[in-house]
């Protein structure tokens, strides 16, 4: 019928997202976007805000539950339940516990920048994995601590908003394609000779990550081996010369290189590991290092690499 457009499951709708995210296409018409967003269980993303003060944004629950975290609180939506936003100052965090499904509804176009966004990460996130499997499941573990350090500082990071610190989180470790397998992978000591192309790969995070995500996020990421008393690397940068989102990352770093088995070191677990950073304030931010401390004592980071005393 004339006027009349259906939608079925095989429908080739266009769709975007990563591995625990699917935004799929329904309908578009001027502005107007109508799209349905599947989230895996124990998810979590974000609603930021939008740079246009009239954008609208809609969210219907079909099936499945997502946790919002408003007003210092947490309100559960169940199937039925909505919430839309409007002139948002500040991230909403939101978290998933079983696969859920949700309507998502907006009168200002998102879909081709979100896609081309997400076809960007999955891109990077497959030549870290084809690489080296313990880079990409090490830095999915950095987002995820990165992600929880930035919920208690986030009064600190001005100016950097949650999906910014997980993009550099996540991808903190990208420049590590252009290492040689036989050094990445390598059991044991580094000679000096080597260990210069692992002190590159800082640097060739940030160009990789500078085309698509800009100059802030690639900061971020180039910085995350500096320490606060111009020990680290690539360019020994000192104190203020490091972001406080760069040092969030450096501590969440070395936290799971600490507690991860790498095949060679001594694994720690988490609270050993915590202590030691806490240990270190001449490298390590005493503010980033004393919220993961506080996150491991209340059991809040679920750490995959060791287990708690």
């Known amino acids: 019928m004339e006027g009349v457009f259906i939608n079925s499951a095989e429908t080739g709708n266009p ?7 699917r935004l799929r296409l329904l309908a578009k018409r001027d502005d107007i976007e109508i799209m349905v967003q599947t989230v895996l269980p124990n998810a979590v993303f974000w609603v930021t805000p939008a740079e246009d003060t009239e954008a609208l944004e809609f969210f219907f629950v079909v099936d499945g539950s997502v946790e919002l975290a408003v007003d210092g609180g947490t ?12 002139g948002l100052k500040e991230d909403i965090l939101l978290k998933t516990e079983q696969e ?3 309507l998502y509804v907006t009168n200002r176009p998102v879909f081709d920048s979100l896609f081309g966004f997400q076809d960007d990460l999955t891109r990077l996130l497959m030549r870290i994995n084809d690489k080296d499997h313990y880079t990409f499941q090490h ?9 929880k350090l930035y919920e208690l500082l986030k009064d600190e990071c001005t100016g950097v908003s949650m999906d910014d610190m997980a993009v550099a989180a996540l991808f903190h470790d990208v420049g590590k394609c252009f290492v040689p397998d036989e050094i990445l992978k390598k059991n044991g000591a580094l000679l000096p000779s080597e260990y210069r192309y692992i002190m590159r790969h800082p640097m060739d995070s ?26 680290g690397y690539p360019l020994g940068l000192a104190a203020e010369d490091i972001s406080f989102e760069a ?13 991860s088995d790498r095949g060679y070191n001594h694994v720690k677990k988490p609270l050993e590991a915590a202590r ?4 270190l304030p001449h490298l390590f931010d005493e ?11 209340s059991d809040q980071l679920d750490c995959i690499g060791g287990a708690q005393d």
Do not use: W
């Open 15 to 21: 769709e975007a997202g990563l591995d625990s995210m």
């Open 75 to 86: 309100r559960v939506l169940h199937p039925g339940d909505s919430f839309y936003v409007s």
């Open 100 to 102: 859920t499904r949700i």
């Open 139 to 147: 830095s999915k573990n950095v987002l995820r601590y990165s992600a």
């Open 206 to 231: 940030a160009r990789l990550l500078r085309p698509h995500f800009g100059d802030r996020i690639a900061e971020i990421a180039q910085n995350h081996h500096e320490r606060l008393d111009g020990s």
């Open 247 to 259: 040092r969030i990352v450096a501590v969440a770093d070395v936290f799971d290189a600490m507690i």
């Open 276 to 279: 030691e950073l806490c240990s």
């Open 287 to 297: 503010r980033v290092t004393s919220a993961l401390m506080t996150l491991v004592k």
